[in-house]
Every structure is written in structure tokens, then in C-alpha cells.
């Protein structure tokens, strides 16, 4: 595919990128995320258990909570999606589409991980959910949005990419060339 570079198209790139991180680093993205991922769970966790939801809190019949917070929702992931797309050159509509894409299969993915380890709790026991949450804190969530990001990367025949290296070559032969 070949690069898209234009200087306006550029700086739209970084801004759209800085407004993005500012948008998920804040409360106007957080907190919708937690109430919709805490309500989801609740009422998939309402097919086979008895549960309470009081004031953001999934309440389990023997006293544990699970609370979804910002460390659930895995802001720096919706950042990190947002970094590659929008630090290489791609067809402006494309780099749009695949990021939104790309958005909504990781909050599917990542929903689907909270459910299995509120699962994994409920069957499980406490200790085995301690250790497999640990593996996807630390390992599924990374894999999870390599395999959304190279799936859209592959789909638009992109063999290499240089995040920011391509855009600032660019930058430097605009100016050696005025």
C-alpha cells in the first residue's frame, strides 16, 4: 500500500492521537467503560448465580465483590491501538475504520477475559483466580491487542511498518526540499 503523506494529513494524525490518549486517560471514557463492563458482567453472571449490583459493585451470595476498575478496562491497550494506527502512514479512511474496529474487538476480547475469570473465581476458587488473573494481566492482555492489530495490518497489506520513523523521514525531505 502505498504511504499517505500530505502535511496536513499529518498533523491531523498526531492531533487525532494526542486528543485520543487525553480522551481515554480521562473520566469520559472510564467511567462509561466501567459501568458498561460491570453491568455486562452482572447480568451474565445472573445466569447462574445470585448476584447484586449496588453501586457499581457485583455482590456474590457469600460476601465477595468484583469491582471493575480502570485497571480492568486496560486503557494503555485502546492507547497502544491508537499509537500504531495513527503513527503510520495508512489511507486516512482505512486507518480510521481499522481503529474503530480495532476498539470494538478489544473491548470484546477484554470483556470476554473479565468473564472468564469472574468464572474461573465462581468455580474455581479464589486462589486458581488469583493465578490466571495475574497470566491475563500480564500476558493475554499484550497478545490481545497484537492479534487485533496485525490482523487490520495484514488486512491492508502492510509488511512493515516504522511507527513515527516513516513520518519523520518525511518531515525532514519536506524540509531539504524548501
Do not use: W
Not at 491475563?136 to 509488511?159: A, T
Amino acid at each position: 500500500m502505498k504511504p499517505n503523506y500530505n502535511e496536513k494529513i499529518l498533523f491531523f494524525r498526531y492531533l487525532l492521537l494526542s486528543i485520543l490518549i487525553m480522551f481515554f486517560l480521562s473520566e469520559y471514557f472510564t467511567k462509561p467503560m466501567e459501568n458498561i463492563l460491570t453491568n455486562l458482567s452482572y447480568y451474565y453472571l445472573t445466569l447462574f448465580t445470585n448476584v447484586q449490583l449496588i453501586n457499581n459493585e457485583i455482590i456474590l451470595e457469600n460476601g465477595h465483590i468484583f469491582l471493575i476498575i480502570k485497571e480492568c478496562i486496560a486503557i494503555s491497550a485502546y492507547i497502544l491501538i491508537s499509537l500504531i494506527f495513527l503513527s503510520i502512514p495508512i489511507n486516512t479512511k482505512k486507518i480510521y475504520k481499522s481503529i474503530l474496529k480495532s476498539y470494538l474487538i478489544f473491548t470484546i476480547l477484554n470483556l470476554l477475559r473479565i468473564l472468564i475469570l469472574m468464572t474461573v473465581f465462581i468455580f474455581l476458587g479464589e486462589e486458581t483466580f488469583d493465578k490466571i488473573h495475574v497470566i491475563f494481566y500480564e500476558f493475554v492482555s499484550g497478545v490481545m491487542v497484537s492479534i487485533v492489530v496485525i490482523y487490520y495490518l495484514k488486512k491492508h497489506k502492510i509488511k512493515k511498518i516504522y511507527p513515527f520513523f516513516s513520518d519523520v523521514k518525511f518531515l525532514i525531505l519536506e524540509i531539504k526540499n524548501h
